[in-house]
């Protein structure tokens, strides 16, 4: 009741403030953050009442909160709101990285490849022969002969097939889960999001070629060799000097681990390195070379994530556009249920080949349906280099990644739960 | 999610009491709550953060040069915010006699006070043709208002009844002077003022109350989070309304205060890891804002004097009132708080580069003026 009343009074305080304002001062990220942490973490609670994930409230606030509807978060508040992203995504991945422990992981390693490998390539193969004969009826426009069509294709259904790792991670650790299914299906997206960074490069570069667009890239092998590889050495780097700061000082954790988050936050773009990458190699060493340490570690940073969490999610939810959802909603919903239908038996195949039947990798198909940040970073990539058909395609996938952060994390809450793995971390 | 064990375990009974007050058995919380945020003297002064900022500083090293200190001008915010709520908590309820006595006291202080120093630098300003921008009159007034407010020595905690009223007179006069000051930022601004002060207010009670209403109950992990988020909203409130976060937050601090429960406690326990951080931060950005240009100096040398004079004259004005010696209320009301220079920050903030001569000229005399206390204080206690 009382924390009803306090929504109910955070929610009239933002009205007054508004109907007072417009901003005179040039800083807006204080009053939506302070609003977003609370008004968020509130409304989280609520729905993990009805069994729903907490990050649902937190994308809920703010969908409901953002410019499209109540617009409590203003847009330029909402694009102030993503100045924690950095932060956040390294902080999210540094706890993914903190859970994977490769002993554990290791009598599971035949599941994730052939998981991970099966859903990701036979998605994509599909996906791409569907686009390329539905091209002329989706709303992205002509792009010419059958071989620049598939190689348009192939982009899309790059995009259309990613995982969220961000997501898929976030869920993990507010869920507080751990047990096969979560190490699996982090494991699998871990995967395949180093799959989908080799294969996006090698179909946009196709798509150079096909397109003339234009040069393509001579030094393409070592731009990916630097951002795989490069990512994974710069991370582990920072892994081992945090383990032995943990083993030698062990004091101001909170403190250190921040520090660790700021560095990648921001040295990762700088050296145009893979953000979440960097974060996971960095948890991974630590959790793998310091074990006891990588654990204290972890339930110290569970009190600290709290408001990073909040405040991103509830940012990812003011920065949904619904907008675009009502102009390619039918195209985008038809393709939803495909990537939703590949992935579910695709899935079931895999376990059927590879006999896992009677394993919880039977639910990692659940882990898989999220989709965030990095695929919309992707589909803008695309948008700025194929003028013609790529703004289209980055609307659809906008609208896509909507519908999928919105059903994803129930989906993979509903698993984890079915699996009883929630709550065990 | 259940209520901080910690705070369970205090007991109903001492849940009444401050938090402190509850473990260490004493009434010794407030006095070193404000010892600890800086608003009164301390063993590391205000003047070596405003020094350092000067170093680091355009006008020294220039590693904080404009770009930096845009970038940490949000931090600077929460740090008013943070200010704003320790100056209500700080009138929280203190063991003092003859309370109405008191408030009509720091009242008249602020109302001597703020003429003699105003009036005395406007006219020397217009006599003088100091070249300086914006309305010379606004910024006298708020060099006058900034320069006024005075913290408490190490005499709050006191055993005397006559020198713990003196202190609390320091501290009641902080809130007439923020509410000037911030009431003078706001008309040089923009306009509809007013308005914008009231909706400051009452969000920052409205806020207040969203506190009050979630911080008793949270567990320890949450309570985090609350407290985070509302001092961002008491921050983001005076930011967006272009009006103040000392005040919001003074008064999100007021209800705290005034509401059952410990809401008042909770937060200044909560946000003891961040006040001494931030405010170091505050000063050095106040230090390296400073423009030290001639007229500057000349101001901050007329504004160290007339200061001494208002406030002298202010001491034997109230003391017949206050029935407190006219000495004691001298030595007290002298040292500068930290508060003048958050102010003045918080007007440079919103005022811009017209107003920077505004800004300098109460960090440089606020420094000043706390090195030259302790002489005056130790002058004092030596006659007594």
Request: aromatic fraction near 6%; charge should be neutral; include cysteine.
């Given at each position: 009741?009382?924390?009803?009343?306090?929504?109910?009074?955070?929610?009239?305080?933002?009205?007054?403030?508004?109907?007072?304002?417009?901003?005179?001062?040039?800083?807006?990220?204080?009053?939506?953050?302070?609003?977003?942490?609370?008004?968020?973490?509130?409304?989280?609670?609520?729905?993990?009442?009805?069994?729903?994930?907490?990050?649902?409230?937190?994308?809920?606030?703010?969908?409901?909160?953002?410019?499209?509807?109540?617009?409590?978060?203003?847009?330029?508040?909402?694009?102030?709101?993503?100045?924690?992203?950095?932060?956040?995504?390294?902080?999210?991945?540094l706890?993914?990285?903190l859970?994977?422990?490769?002993?554990?992981?290791?009598?599971?390693?035949?599941?994730?490849?052939?998981?991970?490998?099966?859903?990701?390539?036979?998605?994509?193969?599909?996906?791409?022969?569907?686009?390329?004969?539905?091209?002329?009826?989706?709303?992205?426009?002509?792009?010419?002969?059958?071989?620049?069509?598939?190689?348009?294709?192939?982009?899309?259904?790059?995009?259309?097939?990613?995982?969220?790792?961000?997501?898929?991670?976030?869920?993990?650790?507010?869920?507080?889960?751990?047990?096969?299914?979560?190490?699996?299906?982090?494991?699998?997206?871990?995967?395949?999001?180093?799959?989908?960074?080799?294969?996006?490069?090698?179909?946009?570069?196709?798509?150079?070629?096909?397109?003339?667009?234009?040069?393509?890239?001579?030094?393409?092998?070592?731009?990916?060799?630097?951002?795989?590889?490069?990512?994974?050495?710069?991370?582990?780097l920072l892994g081992v000097a945090f383990a032995v700061y943990l083993r030698v000082v062990g004091r101001e954790v909170t403190l250190a681990l921040l520090s660790v988050c700021a560095v990648l936050?921001?040295?990762?773009?700088?050296?145009?390195?893979?953000?979440?990458?960097?974060?996971?190699?960095a948890g991974?060493v630590v959790e793998?070379i310091a074990?006891p340490e990588g654990?204290a570690l972890?339930?110290g940073i569970?009190?600290?994530?709290?408001?990073?969490?909040?405040?991103?999610?509830?940012?990812?939810?003011?920065?949904?556009?619904?907008?675009?959802?009502?102009?390619?909603?039918?195209?985008?919903?038809?393709?939803?249920?495909?990537?939703?239908?590949?992935?579910?038996?695709?899935?079931?195949?895999?376990?059927?080949?590879?006999?896992?039947?009677?394993?919880?990798?039977?639910?990692?198909?659940?882990?898989?349906?999220?989709?965030?940040?990095?695929?919309?970073?992707?589909?803008?990539?695309?948008?700025?280099?194929?003028?013609?058909?790529?703004?289209?395609?980055?609307?659809?996938?906008?609208?896509?990644?909507?519908?999928?952060?919105?059903?994803?994390?129930?989906?993979?809450?509903?698993?984890?739960?079915?699996?009883?793995?929630?709550?065990?971390? | 999610?259940?209520?901080?064990?910690?705070?369970?375990?205090?007991?109903?009974?001492?849940?009444?009491?401050?938090?402190?007050?509850?473990?260490?058995?004493?009434?010794?919380?407030?006095?070193?709550?404000?010892?600890?945020?800086?608003?009164?003297?301390?063993?590391?002064?205000?003047?070596?953060?405003?020094?350092?900022?000067?170093?680091?500083?355009?006008?020294?090293?220039?590693?904080?040069?404009?770009?930096?200190?845009?970038?940490?001008?949000?931090?600077?915010?929460?740090?008013?915010?943070?200010?704003?709520?320790?100056?209500?908590?700080?009138?929280?309820?203190?063991?003092?006699?003859?309370?109405?006595?008191?408030?009509?006291?720091?009242?008249?202080?602020?109302?001597?006070?703020?003429?003699?120093?105003?009036?005395?630098?406007?006219?020397?300003?217009?006599?003088?043709?100091?070249?300086?921008?914006?309305?010379?009159?606004?910024?006298?007034?708020?060099?006058?208002?900034?320069?006024?407010?005075?913290?408490?020595?190490?005499?709050?905690?006191?055993?005397?009844?006559?020198?713990?009223?003196?202190?609390?007179?320091?501290?009641?006069?902080?809130?007439?002077?923020?509410?000037?000051?911030?009431?003078?930022?706001?008309?040089?601004?923009?306009?509809?003022?007013?308005?914008?002060?009231?909706?400051?207010?009452?969000?920052?009670?409205?806020?207040?109350?969203?506190?009050?209403?979630?911080?008793?109950?949270?567990?320890?992990?949450?309570?985090?989070?609350?407290?985070?988020?509302?001092?961002?909203?008491?921050?983001?409130?005076?930011?967006?309304?272009?009006?103040?976060?000392?005040?919001?937050?003074?008064?999100?601090?007021?209800?705290?205060?005034?509401?059952?429960?410990?809401?008042?406690?909770?937060?200044?326990?909560?946000?003891?890891?961040?006040?001494?951080?931030?405010?170091?931060?505050?000063?050095?950005?106040?230090?390296?804002?400073?423009?030290?240009?001639?007229?500057?100096?000349?101001?901050?040398?007329?504004?160290?004097?007339?200061?001494?004079?208002?406030?002298?004259?202010?001491?034997?004005?109230?003391?017949?009132?206050?029935?407190?010696?006219?000495?004691?209320?001298?030595?007290?009301?002298?040292?500068?708080?930290?508060?003048?220079?958050?102010?003045?920050?918080?007007?440079?903030?919103?005022?811009?580069?017209?107003?920077?001569?505004?800004?300098?000229?109460?960090?440089?005399?606020?420094?000043?003026?706390?090195?030259?206390?302790?002489?005056?204080?130790?002058?004092?206690?030596?006659?007594?």
């Amino acid at each position: 009741m009382r924390r009803a009343a306090a929504l109910l009074v955070m929610l009239g305080t933002m009205l007054g403030v508004q109907t007072v304002g417009p901003p005179i001062a040039a800083s807006t990220v204080m009053l939506p953050l302070g609003f977003a942490l609370i008004a968020a973490y509130l409304l989280g609670t609520a729905s993990e009442r009805v069994r729903l994930p907490r990050l649902s409230g937190y994308l809920l606030f703010g969908l409901l909160c953002g410019p499209f509807l109540l617009n409590l978060i203003t847009a330029p508040m909402a694009r102030d709101l993503q100045v924690v992203n950095g932060f956040a995504l390294a902080l999210i991945a540094l706890v993914a990285g903190l859970e994977l422990n490769v002993q554990r992981l290791r009598p599971h390693l035949h599941a994730v490849g052939v998981l991970g490998g099966t859903i990701m390539l036979g998605a994509l193969v599909i996906l791409s022969g569907v686009l390329w004969l539905a091209w002329p009826w989706l709303p992205f426009g002509e792009v010419g002969g059958a071989l620049p069509r598939f190689a348009a294709a192939l982009v899309t259904a790059a995009l259309i097939v990613s995982f969220s790792p961000t997501v898929t991670l976030a869920v993990i650790a507010e869920s507080r889960a751990r047990g096969t299914l979560t190490e699996l299906v982090m494991a699998v997206v871990i995967l395949a999001d180093l799959l989908l960074i080799l294969v996006f490069a090698l179909a946009m570069q196709f798509a150079r070629w096909t397109l003339a667009s234009g040069p393509a890239e001579v030094g393409l092998g070592v731009q990916l060799s630097w951002e795989l590889l490069g990512s994974l050495a710069f991370g582990g780097l920072l892994g081992v000097a945090f383990a032995v700061y943990l083993r030698v000082v062990g004091r101001e954790v909170t403190l250190a681990l921040l520090s660790v988050c700021a560095v990648l936050a921001v040295v990762a773009p700088l050296l145009h390195l893979e953000l979440i990458l960097a974060a996971l190699a960095a948890g991974l060493v630590v959790e793998n070379i310091a074990p006891p340490e990588g654990d204290a570690l972890l339930h110290g940073i569970e009190r600290g994530a709290l408001p990073v969490l909040v405040a991103f999610f509830a940012a990812a939810g003011a920065s949904l556009q619904l907008d675009v959802l009502a102009v390619v909603g039918t195209s985008a919903l038809a393709l939803a249920v495909l990537r939703f239908g590949l992935i579910r038996g695709l899935s079931e195949a895999a376990v059927r080949w590879a006999k896992l039947s009677d394993t919880p990798a039977r639910l990692v198909w659940m882990g898989l349906i999220s989709q965030a940040g990095v695929t919309l970073g992707l589909a803008t990539i695309v948008a700025a280099e194929f003028p013609a058909w790529g703004p289209q395609v980055r609307t659809l996938i906008v609208a896509l990644t909507g519908l999928h952060v919105l059903t994803g994390p129930i989906l993979l809450k509903s698993g984890l739960q079915r699996a009883g793995e929630v709550n065990q971390a | 999610m259940g209520p901080d064990p910690e705070l369970s375990e205090l007991g109903p009974d001492q849940l009444d009491r401050p938090v402190e007050t509850a473990v260490a058995g004493e009434w010794r919380w407030l006095p070193h709550r404000r010892l600890a945020l800086g608003l009164r003297s301390t063993p590391i002064p205000a003047f070596l953060f405003v020094v350092v900022g000067a170093v680091l500083g355009p006008a020294g090293l220039d590693l904080l040069g404009p770009s930096a200190l845009a970038q940490v001008q949000a931090l600077v915010w929460v740090a008013l915010a943070v200010i704003g709520v320790f100056v209500g908590l700080g009138l929280a309820n203190r063991p003092v006699d003859g309370l109405g006595r008191t408030y009509l006291s720091g009242a008249l202080i602020a109302l001597v006070t703020i003429p003699l120093l105003g009036g005395g630098l406007y006219l020397l300003l217009v006599q003088a043709a100091a070249p300086v921008a914006g309305h010379v009159a606004a910024g006298a007034i708020l060099i006058a208002i900034c320069a006024s407010v005075s913290a408490a020595l190490h005499t709050a905690d006191s055993d005397r009844a006559d020198v713990r009223r003196a202190a609390y007179l320091a501290d009641l006069d902080d809130v007439p002077l923020l509410v000037a000051g911030v009431a003078v930022v706001a008309a040089l601004a923009a306009e509809g003022v007013a308005l914008r002060l009231a909706v400051t207010m009452a969000c920052g009670a409205a806020t207040g109350l969203t506190g009050w209403l979630l911080f008793e109950r949270a567990d320890p992990a949450e309570r985090g989070l609350f407290v985070a988020g509302t001092v961002l909203c008491l921050a983001g409130i005076g930011a967006y309304l272009g009006t103040s976060p000392l005040l919001s937050g003074c008064v999100a601090a007021l209800l705290w205060v005034a509401m059952p429960g410990p809401a008042d406690r909770i937060t200044a326990r909560d946000l003891q890891w961040m006040q001494h951080p931030l405010v170091a931060l505050l000063l050095v950005i106040a230090g390296a804002t400073v423009d030290w240009s001639a007229v500057v100096l000349w101001l901050t040398a007329c504004t160290v004097i007339l200061r001494i004079a208002a406030k002298l004259l202010a001491s034997l004005a109230v003391a017949r009132v206050s029935a407190l010696p006219p000495g004691l209320l001298a030595t007290v009301l002298l040292q500068p708080g930290v508060l003048g220079i958050a102010l003045a920050l918080n007007a440079g903030q919103l005022l811009g580069q017209d107003y920077l001569w505004v800004v300098s000229t109460v960090t440089v005399s606020v420094a000043l003026s706390e090195i030259l206390a302790p002489f005056l204080v130790q002058t004092y206690e030596g006659a007594a």
